[in-house]
């Protein structure tokens, strides 16, 4: 059965920390992996992951695949409070894409 | 251009009306889905529409009913809905299923309350 699991499930931080999200994943013929970034609305897309190894880069976000240990982090370095947000990955089957629970962070000013 | 608009952005029905959702989206994408998100739960996929066909329908209630008109629209029927389907429903594109390098863009959504 195609699983995705992401961690922490929620995470409490102070401005200026740097936070690592995981994400381990078994989807049956796993072609990708994106990120997303989710508030009160529909979520944001973040970054679509294909190879393992190579590092994508958006500002203070970074996010690397490793497609042997089947599994993606998130990383967010001095973050900010407009970082607070639901923190989804959801990898890509060819078929479908299957949500992971989130993680929910929380950046206190 | 990477827009899907969704109207309406709320709705209130009673458990006997019939009412529909719409999504449109202009980014010549192929691929079109309807999830369902509940609070704090992560989005929860009921249709996918590929080439204008229903090609996955996650064993969702026949309350429940998709329609796909063209390519850029994608409507859900509702009828009967109890209060439990209340939610919110977002409309997704994504440009073709089945390649590798597969990016999928979500309307703002429909907030659904059912009385």
């Known amino acids: 059965e195609d699983k995705v699991v992401q961690s922490p499930l929620s995470l409490v931080v102070h401005e200026g920390d740097t936070v690592t999200l995981n994400c381990s994943y078994e989807v049956t013929n796993f072609r990708s992996l994106l990120w997303y970034k989710q508030e009160k609305k529909a979520p944001t897309f973040l970054f679509m992951l294909?190879?393992?190894?190579i590092e994508k880069k958006s500002g203070r976000l970074s996010s690397i695949l490793d497609k042997k240990e089947l599994f993606s982090i998130l990383n967010i370095t001095a973050t900010q409070t407009g970082d607070s947000a639901v923190y989804l990955c959801?990898?890509?089957?060819?078929?479908?894409?299957?949500f992971g629970t989130g993680t929910s962070l929380t950046v206190i000013p | 251009d990477t827009e899907v608009t969704q109207t309406p952005k709320h709705l209130v029905m009673g458990m006997t009306n019939k009412k529909s959702l719409k999504c449109e989206q202009h980014?010549?994408?192929?691929?079109m889905y309807w999830y369902k998100q509940k609070a704090k739960k992560p989005p929860e996929l009921m249709f996918v529409y590929s080439y204008e066909k229903l090609s996955i329908n996650e064993s969702v209630p026949s309350r429940f009913s998709p329609e796909c008109p063209n390519s850029s629209l994608l409507n859900l029927h509702l009828h009967a809905l109890q209060p439990e389907d209340s939610a919110l429903y977002l409309c997704a594109s994504s440009q073709d299923r089945g390649g590798p390098q597969e990016t999928q863009y979500f309307g703002p959504g429909t907030r659904l309350l059912v009385l």
């Open positions: 294909t190879s393992s190894g």
């Open positions: 959801a990898p890509w089957s060819g078929n479908q894409f299957y």
């Open positions: 980014m010549g994408h192929r691929a």
